[in-house]
């Protein structure tokens, strides 16, 4: 039974993060527990944050902390809007295919051709938020 969910996405301005925010309220919002890298960090100040130039231990913390929810994500929803699929949502997919797990990938009704590799660990793909429970619904047919 689906109940966790990891949220991937490309991170790299406001309209990214508001995107993923809004995918994370619709599923919290019928009861799944998601998981949100930006958002639901633990043990990292703001201020380790700042820049584009991270300490390794920061790095290391945000590694681990997005490994564990990854590990215990029953499902991955993965925006991929873009020019191509962000490099750390195509890793984030990569090991959630690994681990046997479903895979449901939001467009946000964009047109553009996407690496066929990633695309083939993609269990089913929706155009916008508002698909996104029938999707996981036809994943989890016990509720």
């Known amino acids: 039974m689906i109940k966790n969910i990891y949220i991937a996405g490309p991170l790299f301005n406001a309209h990214e993060r508001s995107y993923l925010e809004l995918i994370a309220a619709q599923l919290e919002g019928s009861g799944y ?3 949100l890298p930006h958002r639901d960090q633990s043990g990292i100040d703001d201020s ?3 820049g584009t130039n991270l300490s ?8 681990n902390t997005d490994l564990t929810a990854l590990k215990a994500a029953d499902l991955t929803v993965a925006l991929i809007t873009g020019q191509d699929i962000d490099s750390g949502t195509a890793a984030e ?3 959630t295919y690994a681990k046997d797990r479903p895979i449901i990938a939001i467009t946000a009704c964009e ?4 690496n066929l590799f990633v695309d083939g660990m993609i269990s089913k793909t ?3 938020v508002a698909d996104l429970l029938p999707a996981i619904a036809s994943l989890n047919p016990q509720g």
């Open 48 to 50: 380790e944050l700042e």
């Open 33 to 35: 527990t998601c998981f």
């Open 111 to 114: 047109r553009r051709f996407r």
């Open 126 to 128: 929706v155009d916008d």
């Open 56 to 63: 390794q231990a920061t790095k290391d913390k945000i590694f």
């Open 93 to 95: 997919i990569g090991f």
